[in-house]
């Protein structure tokens, strides 16, 4: 079955941390580039952050550069992101998926069902 399941978003302050983490499954997942997108209320969704196939390259949105870090397990078939420094306007609901430039690739079909991040200051 094509499917991703996020999970690891919570509540926190402002200034606090939390872990992702998102479990594919039905395509192989090591031949993918994995990224990581967030949708805040009233705003399209947009990309965070993505890894290579390897895990050995990974790119950012300026806006959590320095703060984020992305990693994957492919043993494991999970790509994981690390969000220190939590600020309110990184509350929104986070979704992975495979990425290409940028752009979310439907391999492991739509959405998941994503995972809540509420920063309050």
């Known amino acids: 079955q094509v499917q991703l399941v996020e999970s690891g978003g919570g509540s926190v302050q402002a200034g606090g941390s939390l872990r992702l983490s998102c479990a594919a499954s039905?395509?192989?997942?090591?031949?993918?580039?994995m990224g990581w997108f967030r949708q805040a209320p009233g705003k399209e969704r947009e990309f965070v952050a993505g890894?290579?196939?390897?895990?050995?390259?990974?790119y950012y949105a300026d806006s959590v550069k320095g703060r984020f870090t992305i990693s994957r397990d492919n043993a494991k078939n999970t790509v994981y992101l690390q969000m220190n420094s939590l600020k309110s306007e990184d509350t929104a609901v986070y979704y992975c998926?495979?990425?290409?430039?940028?752009?979310?690739?439907?391999?492991?079909?739509?959405w998941g069902q994503g995972t809540q991040v509420t920063v309050s200051s």
């Open positions: 039905g395509r192989t997942f090591s031949s993918y580039a």
């Open positions: 890894v290579d196939w390897s895990g050995g390259i990974s």
């Open positions: 998926n495979a990425v290409a430039n940028r752009q979310p690739v439907y391999v492991f079909g739509s």
